[in-house]
Nanobody, 124 residues
Framework: QVQLVESGGGLVQAGGSLRLSCQAS????????MGWFRQAPGKEREFVAA????????DYAGFVKGRFTISRDNAKNTVYLRMNSLKPEDTAVYYC?????????????????WGQGTQVTVSS
């Protein structure tokens, strides 16, 4: 089992930045690829970014490339999502997830464990 707790969400103006954190506990953290997904009201959950268990490989959705950066610190059992140049359309609940494989993977069905989510709201 893996328990995941996100933090760092909030309200920010367009063009601003936030850094989300996801603290993991339970299973050996460096066994899992990790990912971030988001879900806006009335929309399906969508892939944002993923990172391999070593942190060497990453993958991003096209709409965040160049603006968001995923990273991880295995010594701290934590994965991060740095979000720059935020837009109102980035408003959503952001979820951290742990894959059962080494990652990175963008497929939601590869993720067995999910956090409760953190709200990000970007005002125009």
């Amino acid at each position: 089992q893996v328990q995941l707790v996100e933090s760092g969400g909030g309200l920010v103006q367009a063009g601003g930045s936030l850094r989300l954190s996801c603290q993991a506990s339970g299973r050996t953290f460096d066994s899992n690829g990790m990912g971030w997904f988001r879900q806006a009201p009335g929309k399906e959950r969508e892939f944002v970014a993923a990172i391999s268990r070593s942190g060497i490989s990453t993958d991003y959705a096209g709409f965040v490339k160049g603006r968001f950066t995923i990273s991880r610190d295995n010594a701290k059992n934590t994965v991060y999502l740095r979000m720059n140049s935020l837009k109102p359309e980035d408003t959503a609940v952001y979820y951290c997830a742990a894959a059962y494989n080494w990652g990175p993977t963008s497929a939601v069905y590869d993720y067995n464990w999910w956090g409760q989510g953190t709200q990000v709201t970007v005002s125009s």
